[in-house]
């Protein structure tokens, strides 16, 4: 399996995959208050600013209250991160690629775009279909390794 370490200067999309361990309820900042059923949820964001700095924004336990996934990452664990390195403004293809596959939390994540929502709900693991769904699109998904930041292109 090749591998190589993102690039400082790599931008693109990411899907944050979660796991949530059980039911709550979160207020989420000018959403309000959300029900979250326990399970899985994969969150679209892009980071055309740099991957690096975004994930590693999203992994840091500390930090302040700005989007809506910091307030759902205070009760949730990111499991996985698929990352796809590109220039171009993809999330919402690929919000519209698993809205075809996944439940969505309205309003969640999509403040800037005309997009329902930016996450997804599942109550089974969502790897597989999230990365058939990336690769349909014509991207290159990577996993990445949350404990290193190594990229691990898909088998």
């Excluded at 307030?71 to 919402?92: F, M, N, V």
Aim: aromatic share 8%.
């Amino acid at each position: 399996m090749c591998s190589r370490r993102a690039a400082d200067n790599a931008k693109g999309s990411y899907i944050l995959l979660i796991r949530l361990p059980e039911e709550t309820t979160i207020t989420v900042g000018k959403l309000g208050p959300v029900l979250f059923p326990c399970g899985h949820y994969a969150y679209v964001g892009s980071a055309l600013g740099g991957l690096k700095q975004r994930l590693g924004r999203h992994l840091r336990a500390e930090k302040k209250l700005h989007w809506h996934i910091d307030y759902l990452l205070q009760k949730a664990r990111i499991e996985e991160i698929i990352t796809c390195e590109t220039d171009e403004r993809t999330e919402c293809a690929i919000v519209n690629a698993l809205s075809e596959r996944f439940e969505s939390v309205p309003g969640f994540g999509s403040s800037d775009c005309h997009c329902r929502s930016h996450l997804f709900y599942s109550n089974t693991r969502m790897m597989r279909p999230v990365m058939s769904a990336v690769e349909k699109l014509g991207l290159r998904p990577a996993l990445v390794d949350i404990r290193s930041g190594e990229r691990y292109p898909p088998d």
